[in-house]
């Protein structure tokens, strides 16, 4: 079946420590790749996106993510995280079967440690 | 730019109630999203709309949600008769590039 799976629902990091957030999605074809980031009391926000060419994405906020074909994942990292980085994260994917579509995984929450 | 508008922000209902939800996406945006946000869970696609016309409408539970989009503009989301499962955020998204879309603060929906 086709899906987007996040393996982590929360993950507890110190302020400055570095993160990585999992995903891994499963079609017949690579799809394109996103990161979305929803604070609390805000809208989903758009981190960065990933098409083609060069595996390593470079997104907002300091986030960066690397597609890896033969994992089939598309992890989300940061070298040094601020506590304003508390938040849900979502992996999504679109162009499945060539359409403007967007489905979410179930989402990863960072909380941030002092 | 303006962002896209979602009206109410909370709604209380009962069950068998019915509700609407309304959204008025960025100008210009030809795609347009309708998502489910179950606490604790990543948003579930409803429906989307490219222009006024249904591209994907097969996790709609169709017995009691309906939606449309008028003149390829705004669009309304509506749920009749409401469950108690029904309860959840329900988030208006829209979109002029693959994958780039702008999302909604969200209608709160609670059934009681």
């Known amino acids: 079946a086709q899906s987007v799976t996040q393996p982590d629902i929360h993950i507890t990091v110190s302020e400055g420590a570095s993160l990585e957030l999992r995903c891994n999605y499963s079609?017949?074809?690579?799809?394109?790749l996103f990161w979305y980031v929803q604070s609390p009391g805000q809208g989903l926000q758009l981190l960065l996106k990933?098409?083609?060419?060069?595996?390593l994405v470079q997104g907002i906020k300091g986030f960066e993510a690397e597609f890896k074909r033969s994992q089939s994942s598309f992890n989300l990292r940061k070298p040094s995280v601020h506590w304003s980085d508390a938040a849900e994260y979502f992996c999504?994917?679109?162009?499945?079967?060539?359409?403007?579509?967007?489905?979410f995984g179930t989402g990863t929450r960072l909380t941030v440690i002092p | 730019e303006a962002g896209v508008a979602q009206s109410p922000r909370y709604k209380i209902i009962e069950k068998r109630q019915s509700v609407a939800f309304w959204c008025n996406p960025i100008?210009?945006?030809?795609?347009l999203y309708w998502y489910q946000q179950i606490l604790g869970q990543g948003p579930k696609l409803l429906i989307q709309?490219?222009?006024?016309?249904?591209?994907?409408d097969s996790q709609l539970p169709k017995d009691r949600f309906s939606a449309e989009r008028l003149k390829g503009v705004d669009s309304t989301l509506k749920i009749q008769p409401a469950k108690l499962e029904d309860s959840a955020v329900y988030l208006c998204?829209?979109?002029?590039?693959?994958?780039?879309?702008?999302f909604g603060q969200g209608t709160r929906l609670t059934v009681v």
């Open positions: 709309f490219q222009n006024n016309g249904v591209v994907d």
């Open positions: 998204a829209s979109s002029l590039e693959v994958g780039r879309a702008f």
């Open positions: 990933y098409f083609s060419g060069d595996t």
């Open positions: 999504a994917v679109s162009g499945i079967g060539g359409a403007n579509n967007l489905f």
């Open positions: 079609y017949g074809a690579t799809p394109y």
């Open positions: 100008s210009g945006h030809a795609t």
